[in-house]
């Protein structure tokens, strides 16, 4: 079989051999007791993992669809959005195609999200959710939700607060209940390490009893659907069983690792790779503040040849990322999250400078 090379872009990340073995278990029924016991298991265990109480749906789809399913669920007037990237303007997009009145601060890409801007908009009683993105996959940028939480829970308790995490949950830590967040998702494939098409969906009582009161949702997007059969411990569908295997590996891994360490290991990694950047004289392309730590983005100053390089990564095993959009060859990002491990972004980086020596 063809060797494939190790993954150092921002998603889909690497997948160890270890959860690459379990997706391959034998299925089980999904009306079944034994579905049952393992989704229930798993939900505690998630919701250790997001320090909530909230209730936790498992999604067989791509966050992508969830975008849709938190304002369906939740908009009654308008929608604030925060945009200061390529994926958080595609969520106001789906906000506008959805036929929601929407409004959107707009950010230059490298700066984050500021709990000014999001006040003034606010104090106008325009809107009743706001929607963000906590970490930037285009940019590497990483707002700063402690702030945000403060302000909604002291002037706006009656405000969505929607936040998509894709890039950031399992690698970054959130306090979901402490900082009152409504809606929170992600996807699998970033920092949970696993493969794509699957999704962990984290929905407040607020959130779920505004629901109640919206009408013509739908029914696949409807929250309303998934919290039946919450109730069950199953899915409103067959899901991806593979996948839920995997997760339990995962959440396995993470117990072993120590949920700490876990946090500390993506925040060694980030400044590792900020240094190495430093140290080539490249600069972060995130605003100081708003780095990620499982998404370093690096402009590329130096006018390095960033084909050239990943063609010769390539060579040796690597596929390396070359920027998002308009920042294809201006700047390039090095992802370190989730089943890379600090040895694994040491002999990339040092591979990177042999490379890098050769050109």
């Not at 966050?63 to 308008?78: F, H, I, P, Q």
């Not at 002291?154 to 967040?181: C, F, H, N, Q, R």
């Not at 039946?228 to 593979?242: D, F, G, M, R, W």
């Amino acid at each position: 079989m063809k060797n494939f090379p190790k993954l150092f872009i921002p998603g889909p990340t690497h997948v160890s051999d270890d959860i690459l073995d379990i997706l391959s278990t034998p299925q089980i029924g999904h009306r079944t007791p034994e579905i049952s016991e393992l989704i229930g298991g798993l939900t505690k265990r998630l919701q250790q993992v997001l320090y909530t109480k909230n209730h936790i749906y498992l999604i067989s789809h791509a966050a992508t669809g969830l975008w849709e399913m938190g304002v369906k669920n939740c908009a009654k007037k308008s929608i604030l959005h925060a945009v200061n990237g390529a994926f958080s303007s595609k969520w106001s997009t789906v906000s506008d195609k959805c036929g929601f009145k929407t409004h959107v601060i707009n950010y230059d890409w490298g700066l984050g999200v500021k709990v000014e801007d999001v006040d003034k908009m606010l104090s106008t009683g325009k809107f009743d959710v706001f929607a963000m993105v906590h970490n930037e996959t285009s940019t590497g940028v990483k707002s700063n939700l402690s702030e945000i939480s403060e302000l909604l829970k002291t002037k706006y308790p009656d405000v969505m607060w929607l936040v998509d995490a894709v890039s950031s949950m399992a690698g970054i830590k959130i306090e979901v209940d402490k900082l009152g967040i409504d809606f929170i998702f992600a996807s699998t494939q970033k920092a949970w390490g696993l493969p794509a098409g699957f999704s962990i969906l984290c929905a407040s009582d607020k959130f779920i009893k505004k629901s109640e009161r919206i009408n013509n949702k739908g029914y696949f997007l409807d929250i309303l659907t998934y919290e039946k059969y919450y109730q069950k411990c199953q899915t409103p569908s067959t899901p991806s069983i593979p996948h839920i295997f995997a997760l339990k590996k995962v959440l396995d891994i993470i117990q072993d690792e120590g949920i700490d360490n876990r946090w500390n290991r993506h925040k060694e990694m980030a400044s590792l790779t900020q240094n190495w950047a430093s140290s080539h004289n490249q600069s972060l392309f995130p605003e100081v503040g708003c780095r990620s730590e499982t998404i370093t983005c690096i402009n590329n100053i130096q006018n390095w040849d960033i084909n050239k390089i990943n063609d010769k990564l390539l060579d040796l095993g690597y596929r390396m990322d070359r920027g998002y959009g308009n920042l294809r060859g201006k700047a390039f990002r090095i992802a370190h999250m989730g089943n890379i491990y600090k040895n694994d972004l040491i002999e990339y980086l040092n591979d990177f400078d042999k490379v890098l020596n050769d050109i």
